[in-house]
Antibody
Framework: EVQLLDSGGGLVQPGGSLRLSCAASGFSFESYVMSWVRQAPGRGLEWVSSITRTETTYYADSVKGRFTISRDNAKNMLFLQMNSLRADDTAVYYC??????????WGQGTLVTVSS | DIQMTQSPSTLSASVGDRVTITCRASQSISSWLAWYQQKPGKAPKLLIYKASNLESGVPSRFSGSESGTEFTLTISSLQPDDFATYYCQHYHNYPWTFGQGTKVEMK
């Protein structure tokens, strides 16, 4: 059974940093594109970043230069390093696995709150 | 960037109704479109991929179709479990974008 366990969210001040983690199990982690998708309170879904099997990375313009996605295939872990956080980064962040490229499995989400 | 325009934003319907949600892409995305269902406090769930392919385990009352850059999700006979918010998403290239969402509520 595919499982994605997101963690690392919390309350952080504007300008601060946070590192999200996603522990994957139940599939060949190294073979799939992995992504982060976020959802601000009461709002829709927003793609944040993806990393391919060959570790090519892609970012939404809203986070480019501030966020860094990475993966550790040996440990089946996905990460999102978030720096220079702003109030509009407040959201539930979901770890997501793609099969072809559509997202077929999602983590449970971890809440990031940026506030002073 | 490719924009996805989803309509309506809210839809009021009754059990047994046929429901249609539309998503229009700002340019060609071939068939690289997915539909997701999300319930409050839960992660989204994949319903349809590559515009018209039903994800394993999803009831057959859900279907997807396309005509050019217009994509449609249809629920043939709405069931109580289907009251939720639905999103389209293109994955033709990066950045991926989602539609604004359609909340299906009880009439």
């Amino acid at each position: 059974e595919v499982q994605l366990l997101d963690s690392g969210g919390g309350l952080v001040q504007p300008g601060g940093s946070l590192r999200l983690s996603c522990a994957a199990s139940g599939f060949s982690f190294e073979s799939y594109v992995m992504s982060w998708v976020r959802q601000a309170p009461g709002r829709g879904l927003e793609w944040v970043s993806s990393i391919t099997r060959t570790e090519t990375t892609y970012y939404a313009d809203s986070v480019k230069g501030r966020f860094t996605i990475s993966r550790d295939n040996a440990k089946n872990m996905l990460f999102l390093q978030m720096n220079s956080l702003r109030a509009d980064d407040t959201a539930v962040y979901y770890c997501a696995k793609s099969v072809t490229l559509e997202i077929d499995h999602w983590g449970q989400g971890t809440l990031v709150t940026v506030s002073s | 960037d490719i924009q996805m325009t989803q309509s309506p934003s809210t839809l009021s319907a009754s059990v047994g109704d046929r429901v249609t949600i539309t998503c229009r892409a700002s340019q060609s995305i071939s068939s690289w479109l997915a539909w997701y269902q999300q319930k409050p406090g839960k992660a989204p769930k994949l319903l349809i991929y590559k515009a018209s392919n039903l994800e394993s385990g999803v009831p057959s009352r859900f279907s997807g179709s396309e005509s050019g850059t217009e994509f449609t999700l249809t629920i043939s006979s709405l069931q109580p479990d289907d009251f939720a918010t639905y999103y389209c998403q293109h994955y033709h290239n990066y950045p991926w974008t989602f539609g604004q969402g359609t909340k299906v509520e009880m009439k």
